[in-house]
């Protein structure tokens, strides 16, 4: 049996495990389609797949720190 978080890379650059972030922590993507096609909320267009994911947090954006030389 597979673990929802296996073979995921996680790591907490902000310094501490912020467990409103952890995947365990969201609903099932599939649970969420079910739940709108029965209670009829919304016609779905299509479905995207993300690669990956990085959430902000006390550490600044890398754009915000790299040098400024495009014009």
Do not use: N
């Amino acid at each position: 049996m597979t673990t929802p978080t296996e073979g995921l890379d996680i790591r907490f650059h902000a310094g501490g495990v912020d467990a409103s972030e952890l995947p365990s922590s969201y609903k099932s993507a599939d649970s969420v389609v079910e739940q709108i096609k029965s209670y009829d909320l919304a016609e779905i267009e299509d479905y995207i797949d993300p690669y990956g994911c990085i959430m902000a947090g006390d550490v600044p954006p890398f754009w915000k720190s790299r040098k400024k030389g495009r014009k």
